[in-house]
T-cell receptor, first 115, second 117 residues
Framework: AQSVAQPEDQVNVAEGNPLTVKCTYS??????LFWYVQYPNRGLQFLLK??????LVKGSYGFEAEFNKSQTSFHLKKPSALVSDSALYFC?????????????FGAGTRLAVHP | SAVISQKPSRDICQRGTSLTIQCQVD?????MFWYRQQPGQSLTLIAT?????????ESGFVIDKFPISRPNLTFSTLTVSNMSPEDSSIYLC??????????????FGPGTRLTVT
């Protein structure tokens, strides 16, 4: 079955430190991968995507993610965390044969950045 | 991207009643979708709203419970019918297929927080 796993329910980071939010996927073929962020009482905001090309992709608010095909991972990273980065982060995958409607979301990881 | 609005932003409803949620986009879009986010959980696709034809529902979701309309390329509604407390969720509208061609990401509205008592 096609799935996305975010193994950590919560990640705690001190402000100024680097952060990583993990995501692995189980999809046949070459998927398209996405990261979204959800702030309290708001909808999801698109952060970045990997479609093809360079494995390291850069997105909004200084976030980046690294696609690793051999490890089927797409971890979200940021060199220096801000308190304002505290939010709920979702990894999503579009299977190659699914069409636009087939976005499969992970369970989400809550990021807490402490001053 | 696109500016997406939803009405209402939240509501508290009694069981057995129905609620219609509206989604408005500030530009014409090819694809519109409805998702459900149950408390403390991830997002699940309910259906794809097709302009001028019946919506395409995902496994576990049926038209009688979640009728969807999409009369044009900027507007859609989702009705949650005969509600029960299990329908308490955040319902999100999203759009996809935006320019440039090949932009596969979806953009989401702010969501409608529904509580059924």
């Amino acid at each position: 079955a096609q799935s996305v796993a975010q193994p950590e329910d919560q990640v705690n980071v001190a402000e100024g430190n680097p952060l990583t939010v993990k995501c692995t996927y189980s999809v046949s073929g070459n998927p398209y991968l996405f990261w979204y962020v959800q702030y309290p009482n708001r909808g999801l905001q698109f952060l970045l995507k990997y479609i093809t090309g360079d494995n390291l992709v850069k997105g909004s608010y200084g976030f980046e993610a690294e696609f690793n095909k051999s490890q089927t991972s797409f971890h979200l990273k940021k060199p220096s965390a801000l308190v304002s980065d505290s939010a709920l982060y979702f990894c999503a995958v579009r299977p190659p044969s699914g069409g636009y409607n087939k976005l499969i979301f992970g369970a989400g990881t809550r990021l807490a950045v402490h001053p | 991207s696109a500016v997406i609005s939803q009405k209402p932003s939240r509501d508290i409803c009694q069981r057995g009643t129905s609620l219609t949620i509206q989604c408005q986009v500030d530009s014409q879009v090819t694809m519109m979708f409805w998702y459900r986010q149950q408390p403390g959980q991830s997002l699940t696709l309910i259906a794809t709203a097709n302009q001028g034809s019946e919506a395409t529902y995902e496994s576990g979701f049926v038209i009688d419970k979640f009728p969807i309309s999409r009369p044009n390329l900027t507007f859609s509604t989702l009705t949650v019918s005969n509600m029960s407390p299990e329908d308490s969720s955040i319902y999100l509208c999203s759009v996809g297929g935006l320019a440039p061609r090949g932009s596969y990401e979806q953009y989401f509205g702010p969501g409608t927080r529904l509580t059924v008592t």
